[in-house]
């Protein structure tokens, strides 16, 4: 059983992915464990911040925070905490799963190019980055 389990959210495909890692994560949760909840918004490029207003950021920002709500709620840990961060995927998920002392991570993988064969670029950087076991789901 583990105490502390990051799961790094995707929000495609109307989250089937992550509800399928959460599922996973409820049962290898400790009875007294912690998930955390981690999404990564991309980061927005510089040219493109002139064309996007501050309104429709925080509205996006408010229907990721409400997707994951809906998500953490089907988690059965007995602390379930939510994470937004915005920047590069990989260094985020590292950096959450260290600051909830983490004894796990895990994360979907897409349907890999030849660029990144086995598993996706970023599940490759976290896995190949991370002090602590990753899991992996496709």
Excluded: W
Excluded at 14 to 25: D, F, H
């Amino acid at each position: 059983m583990y105490k502390s389990i990051v799961i790094a959210v995707a929000l495609f495909n109307k989250g089937a992915t992550s509800r399928s890692l959460i599922q996973k994560a409820n049962k290898l949760i400790d009875p007294d464990g912690t998930i955390t909840l981690v999404h990564v918004l991309d980061e927005i490029p510089p040219y493109f911040r002139t064309v996007v207003s501050r309104e429709q950021l925080l509205e996006q920002r408010k229907a990721v925070s409400e997707q994951l709500k809906s998500l953490a709620a089907t988690a059965k840990a007995k602390t379930v905490d939510m994470d937004l961060r915005a920047g590069k995927p990989s260094e985020n998920i590292l950096a959450c799963a260290e600051e909830c002392h983490a004894d796990l991570i895990m994360m979907a993988s897409h349907k890999p190019d030849m660029s990144d064969y086995f598993i996706g670029s970023t599940a490759a950087r976290v896995v190949r980055h991370s002090p602590i076991s990753v899991l992996v789901t496709r």
